[in-house]
């Protein structure tokens, strides 16, 4: 742990990167909120392969909660974060506290638009603020080079990427892929609060997904087939297939353009996309699972 500088301060950090980039040192930045598990850890390994220096920023950060979600349960272990940390070759975290994010009087809200519209953003209004907030405050704290981003919250990826290009942030923003479980479970700090038996039954999400990709790879194939039906089929046999392995209720199951988040309207429109999005939410007990899949559509690549 002596290895790592924990820095609490919006001052003290620009300090540093002041000093750094003086030097002529590219900076990687993975901003997370803490209680960390391989997925994040292999974000902060490309950042350090990449680039001069990285810095990790651990902060929960209230304004993407809503009123009746996690934010006093979300898992915190600073030690064990730092820890984690060092073992992957970090040698700056940037730990603020609330009021450093946002002093008495704050105001300011990035709002993140359309493409939070569906999926996430439905079931979640605000959320996407909140993260648009965070971000471009963090961006222009740490000013870096490259920002890393894993593929599992996809819609906060393309939001982010978005967000950067449209404001002239100047930062690239990395999508790294979703790191799993053996099993296939996309990992998340969430999944600590599984019980042994919903834990099981949270590898239906991915198995289902994949499942739906298989049928639309099949029927982008098959170009004699015009049915207008198969989205909705895939979505009706896949809500079902999901309450019966074990999850107590689907927030959404949806298949978009993974450029516009537009869901598509029927097969003329899948088969135009180039890359095709298919994500799902649901729910064991209170705890809430996301997971997506981009697929490319084999008749374009």
Do not use: W
Not at 41 to 59: A, Q, Y
Not at 67 to 86: G, K, N
Request: glycine share 8%; proline share 4%; with cysteine.
């Amino acid at each position: 742990m002596e290895t790592v500088k924990i820095i609490e301060t919006i001052a003290g950090v620009k300090e540093i990167i002041k000093r750094l980039k003086k030097n002529g040192s590219t900076i990687g930045f993975v901003p997370t909120m803490g209680y960390f598990h391989e997925g994040h850890l292999e974000l902060m390994k490309r950042s350090i392969k990449e680039c001069d220096e990285t810095f990790v920023s651990i902060f929960v950060n209230p304004m993407q909660f809503g009123p009746r979600e996690d934010l006093a349960a979300y898992p915190r272990d600073l030690r064990r974060d730092v820890e984690l940390a060092c073992g992957a070759g970090v040698k700056y975290i940037f730990h603020p506290g609330v009021k450093e994010m946002y002093p008495d009087g704050f105001q300011t809200v990035v709002k993140a638009g359309p493409l939070a519209y569906g999926f996430c953003g439905a079931s979640r209004p605000g959320h996407f603020d909140g993260v648009c907030t965070v971000v471009a405050k963090l961006f222009n704290i740490i000013t870096p080079d490259f920002a890393y981003f894993g593929m599992k919250d996809y819609q906060q990826l393309v939001i982010i990427e978005k967000m950067a290009s449209d404001l002239n942030m100047g930062v690239n923003i990395v999508k790294c892929p979703t790191v799993r479980e053996k099993d296939g479970l996309a990992m998340s700090s969430r999944n600590l609060y599984l019980s042994p038996a919903g834990r099981a039954a949270a590898t239906a999400l991915a198995r289902g997904i994949q499942k739906a990709a298989d049928r639309l790879i099949e029927f982008i194939y098959d170009t004699r087939n015009a049915r207008g039906d198969i989205i909705s089929g895939i979505i009706a046999e896949y809500k079902d297939d999901i309450i019966k392995s074990g999850f107590d209720s689907l927030d959404y199951f949806k298949i978009a353009d993974a450029e516009t988040l537009v869901e598509f309207s029927g097969p003329d429109s899948l088969r135009r996309a180039d890359r095709i999005f298919i994500a799902a939410a649901a729910f064991i007990g209170k705890t809430r699972l996301i997971d997506n899949i981009i697929v490319k559509n084999p008749l374009l690549n």
